[in-house]
């Protein structure tokens, strides 16, 4: 009771209060949670709602809210058009007790064309910045055995209320980025993790009629 009032007031990313109720306002929250980069964008492609059908049904239309920031539209733009780009998900991220599902469009490593500019002053022989640790001594080893794994770049990311609204998303992104429709996009969708629910209660009489139905099969087979 000392602290915990304390902490609360202490979190610098703070979740706003009611804002599960609103889809877009929690997808906003994520992703910019998630890119953390003042200068990235954020795009509403697609705003809840219901249409009414001819037949007079109800269709219900769900969010997709994009971002992407400058320096990932520039990687973008370098990509290498030999190269597809690959939309992968869904990823979750939980806020409080709400869970939302977002996607990535990232690249295979190596799949950049950025040329290193190699500055002609430099020499092997006479380094520009010299780091040298003195508090450590030549018989002290600091070594440790680290798998690298080596990860394309993101270009983009969205928050989708069904994947179905994925090509909608990138047909916005072409808009802002015309080297979509010059590179295959490829599509790695795996089944997501599925939400825990109660079992369903079954009524007392039907739970008596399958008993009864038991016993009769087993009064048949001893006869």
């Known amino acids: 009771m000392y602290w915990f009032p304390r902490f609360k007031h202490t979190n610098p990313y703070p979740v706003p209060a009611g804002i599960e109720a609103d889809p877009v306002s929690m997808s906003k929250h994520c992703l910019e949670r998630i890119a953390a980069d003042k200068c990235a964008k954020i795009t509403v492609y697609q705003l809840p709602s219901t249409e009414q059908c001819d037949d007079g049904t109800v269709k219900e239309h ?30 979750t991220l939980w806020l409080k007790k709400t869970c939302t599902y977002y996607y990535i469009l990232r690249a295979e490593p190596n799949a950049n064309k950025w040329e290193e500019t190699v500055d002609p002053e430099r020499s092997l022989y006479y380094p520009i910045e010299l780091d040298l640790d003195l508090d450590r001594d030549l018989s002290d080893t600091y070594t440790f055995d680290v798998d690298k794994v080596e990860e394309g770049p993101v270009y983009a990311m969205c928050a989708a209320g069904d994947e179905k609204l994925l090509v909608k998303w990138i047909q916005g992104l072409q808009e802002t980025n015309p080297i979509l429709g010059e590179v295959p996009v ?36 001893e006869q």
């Open 62 to 91: 769900t969010h997709l809210v994009g971002i992407q920031s400058p320096e990932q539209k520039e990687l973008l733009e370098n990509h290498d058009r030999n190269y597809p780009v690959l939309v992968e998900g869904p990823f």
């Open 186 to 221: 490829l599509f790695r969708l795996s089944s997501g993790p599925l939400e825990l629910g109660l079992p369903e209660q079954t009524d007392s009489s039907q739970l008596e009629s399958n008993e009864e139905s038991t016993q009769r099969e087993r009064l048949g087979m």
